[in-house]
């Protein structure tokens, strides 16, 4: 890699790890400050805390309509609006993160847009993107992945069961990637180069009124255009998540589990959920694979703005 490539990469990486230094900073301080309470005043600590709780819980779920339960969603495989999403909900990202895959990086980022257009059917438009550059001496930019636009991202959910009594959520849902060529092919190559099928079934349970666990799991089948092939990976990703008091923060871990032709992947994703206003958080995610043949360390932030919406209230 010339010095030119090096230079270019050099800032991307030093915000790679002043992130992960916050990241850990911020679950030092957040385990301190919760230890310190509970050692000063343990009996009125817990009355506080249990009154914001349940503040915070009935803005979600004591509304007039459908049940809806609050959860702790995952931040990298985000679902389709939330589960029990309500009618006029909706929801914008914007994420950028970035992977070091040994001889060369990827810089991923996305768009996307979240609304339901009635209660419990949510809906959801995403441009993916990935830009690659080469890190080994040895590799020039024609011997990796070419810098693309990935596909035009469609998805539904449905939430078929939501009860707020066993504070349960399951859904169903199904997502659409037509996939694009590279940029440089463009105007030489077909613009379309396949399609990806990913149906898929979710499961979430809040135990108490902070701890949070997840289940996303279904196969996600690769149809290339130029040879008709498929391509088979099974996906299983489970959560779990703590939710500060009275908050809309938490932190937490996904466990992104693959499984393709007998091959298991698995990546660990420690993660947190800030609020910055009432509307908008922010969500850093380290990405930590078991087995390093394909990729070492990888982060990724993810901004969250929603809409107001009119609530009515029981």
């Known amino acids: 890699m010339d010095d030119r490539n090096k230079f270019k990469n050099e800032p991307f990486k030093q915000i790679i790890i002043l992130m992960t230094r916050f990241f850990l900073a911020t679950i030092l301080t957040l385990i301190a400050n919760f230890s310190f309470a509970q050692v000063v005043t343990p009996d009125s600590t817990e009355t506080i805390k249990e009154i914001k709780d349940s503040i915070y819980i009935a803005e979600t779920e004591n509304v007039k309509g ?10 990298f495989i985000d679902l389709i609006r939330d589960l029990g999403a309500r009618k006029g909900e909706k929801e914008w990202n914007v994420g950028f993160g970035m ?14 847009y ?17 830009f690659y550059y080469p890190t ?33 959520s399951m859904a169903i849902g199904y997502i659409h990637e037509f996939e694009l060529t590279s940029f440089n092919k463009y105007g030489k190559d077909k613009l379309l180069k ?8 979710v ?53 992104n589990k693959e499984l393709h032709k007998g091959d298991f992947d698995m990546t660990i994703r420690p993660q947190m959920r800030l609020g910055i206003t009432d509307n908008l ?6 990405g930590i694979p078991i087995n390093r043949e394909n990729q070492r360390f990888s982060s990724f932030v993810r901004l969250i703005y929603e809409p107001k919406h009119k609530k009515k209230y029981v």
């Open 99 to 112: 992977t070091d895959r040994k001889t060369f990086d990827s810089y991923s980022g996305l768009i996307e």
């Open 114 to 130: 979240e609304w339901a257009p009635v209660n419990r059917l949510g809906f959801e438009v995403e441009l993916p993107f990935t």
């Open 194 to 201: 396949g399609n990806i099928y990913n149906p898929f079934f």
């Open 66 to 75: 459908k049940d809806k339960v609050l959860h702790a969603e995952p931040l």
């Open 281 to 286: 958080l922010v969500g850093i995610i380290t």
């Open 136 to 168: 080994d001496t040895g590799i020039s930019k024609n011997d990796i992945p070419q810098s693309r636009l990935n596909s035009l991202k469609l998805a539904t959910q449905f939430s078929f069961f939501v009860s707020e009594k066993h504070s349960t």
């Open 203 to 255: 499961a979430a349970k809040r135990w108490g009124d902070n701890f949070h666990t997840l289940l996303y799991t279904g196969p996600l089948i690769e149809h290339h255009f130029k040879d008709n092939s498929l391509q088979t990976t099974w996906q299983i990703n489970s959560n779990f998540h703590y939710m500060i008091s009275g908050t809309r923060n938490f932190i937490g871990i996904e466990f």
